[in-house]
């Protein structure tokens, strides 16, 4: 793995999971109470032995590129390794942003071709699983391939949103289709029995979605992006052109829990889904197999008089005779007595605000960090540094699906209530 590159693409602007990217990029998202989304494929390298990570960003990665630094220092923890940022950047020779995956790799090819690796790891920066990438390389290396393509099995549903790889009975890929329907969906169903996959479930998840994980051969990569200086992505131009000039590309089947986390409803069941018990389908309590973030050396959670269940309590958090169900709380959380938080995901504060802070605040008619006493919030999310006041209700009385009140410091995506980063929401405030 020391011969292995791994190349993470920060995504675009991220407009399936806005508000919550207003002001970060999607890899910078909080996830799980204290972690966020950029922390999983740098974790899954790490405990594959891959310690070589670039991170390619371009939309609102301020906050990103400094999780990063305050992070990982691979050199001095993991290894001679880094972590190291790859802004997209204009110059004389190519004056455009990043216009897409292959796009953003091909700005950067020349720093790729200074590495000494043999093979080059893509990967997503907004996707939630755990897969040891050497075991995807060295399948690679025994089959000589030139190309491989992490699949996931999934059903005729599921398979309308993905591109399908028809493989054949050695999982080398024949054709790649990018979210095909009717007949011709029909016509991408392979056999994917495997050790890890029974024959029932075969039948039931019988296309192969491709996770948008590659490991491409060195020359393979800079010469397809050579050749073909006019593609700008993977999935629906360099993988076909690679098939139809008969590169040997080989499927990873990978069976196990896998969510891209691309819109506001499935970020938030996602982590809704972390309080599962007693076996949650992702979990962070995993010693052999970690989940790094930043040290933040918080002081543990305060709970006074407060019933809590099924839910996760990040640290530095102060619960004050309060009714928790089924919710996940961030980091420096701050809830106040008799609040009721149901199906709710509270991602935090960057600061702690001190009593005499609040106590200011209160007496100035402001609203201190944290949700106030007396209110409800069911099925919402409370972005960082949010101001709940005291006697609120957000629970979404009129089942609206869809709604946008910047001016009122919110927006409703798929019937959930997301409260935007360092809004104030005022007290008694009905949403």
Known sequence: ??????????????????????????????????????????????????????????????????????????????????????????????????????DAVRKYQWLLEESEADDYLILSGDQLYRMDYSQLVTQHRQAKANLSVAALPVDQEQAEGFGLMRTDANNYIKEFREKPKGQSLLEMAVDTSSPELSPEEAKQRPYLASMGIYVFSRHILLDLLNQNPSYTDFGNEIIPESL??????????????????????????????????????????????????????????????????????????????????????????????????????????????????????????????GVGSGTTVKRAILDKNARIGRNATIINKDRVEEADRPELGFYIRNGIVVIVKNATIANGTVI
């Open 244 to 369: 139809g000039r008969g590169d040997i590309i080989k499927s990873y089947v990978f069976n196990d829990y896998w969510e891209d986390i691309g819109t506001i409803e499935a970020f938030f069941d996602a982590n809704l889904a972390l309080t599962d018990q007693p076996n949650p389908p992702f979990s962070f309590y995993n010693e052999q197999f970690p989940i790094y973030t930043r040290p933040r050396y918080l002081p543990p959670s305060k709970l006074l008089d407060t019933q809590v269940t099924q839910s996760i309590i990040g640290e530095g958090s102060m619960l004050k005779s309060c009714s928790i169900h089924h919710c996940v709380l961030g980091i420096r959380s701050r809830i106040e007595s008799d609040v009721v938080l149901q199906d709710t995901l509270v991602m935090g504060a960057d600061y702690f605000e001190s009593a005499k802070e609040r106590l200011v605040l209160r007496e100035q008619g402001g609203i201190p960090m």
């Open 1 to 102: 793995m020391k011969r292995v590159l791994a190349i993470i693409l920060g995504g675009g602007a991220g407009t399936r999971l806005y508000p919550l990217t207003k002001m970060r990029a999607k890899p910078a998202v909080p996830l799980a109470g204290k972690y966020r989304l950029i922390d999983i494929p740098i974790s899954n390298c790490i405990n594959s032995g891959i310690n070589k990570i670039y991170v390619l960003t371009q939309f609102n990665s301020a906050s990103l590129n400094r999780h990063l630094a305050q992070s990982y220092n691979l050199s001095a923890g993991f290894g001679r390794g880094f972590v190291e940022v790859l802004a997209a950047q204009q110059t004389p020779d190519s004056p455009n942003w990043f216009e897409g995956t292959a």
